[in-house]
C-alpha cells in the first residue's frame, strides 16, 4: 500500500506560470550590430589596408559575431531590457573584445 493523497486539479488551479519578459531579440539585434561597428572601426583607423588584414584572419573576427550577440543579449537582460544601457555596454564590450583580438594578432 502506498502512503499518498490522490491530487485533484479543478479548473481554478492553473499549471501555467505567470511568464517573464524576454530579451533575447533586442539583445541579440544589438551584438550583432555592435559587431558590425566594431568590425567597422579598424578601417576607420588603419584605411583600406585592413581588407589585406582580414584576408587572413577573417575566421577569427567571424567567430566574435556569436560571441557579440550572446553578450548582447546577457548585458541587455541584466540591465531589465533598458534598451539605452544595453547599447552603450554591449559597444564597449564588444569593442573591448574585438580590440583585444585585433592586438593579439597584430603582434
Known sequence: MRNSHNITLT???SLTEDEETTW???????GFISWLFALAMPMLIYGSNT???F??????????????VVV?????SLMDG???????F????VGIMFGA????LLG
Do not use: Q
Open 11 to 13: 479548473n481554478n488551479d
Open 24 to 30: 533575447s531579440l533586442p539583445g541579440a539585434v544589438v
Open 51 to 53: 581588407l589585406f588584414f
Open 55 to 68: 584576408i587572413y584572419t577573417w575566421p577569427f573576427f567571424l567567430a566574435l559575431m556569436p560571441v557579440a
Open 72 to 76: 548582447g543579449i546577457a548585458l541587455h
Open 82 to 88: 533598458k534598451l539605452r544601457y544595453s547599447i552603450v
Open 90 to 93: 554591449t559597444l564597449v564590450t
Open 101 to 104: 583580438l585585433f592586438m593579439w
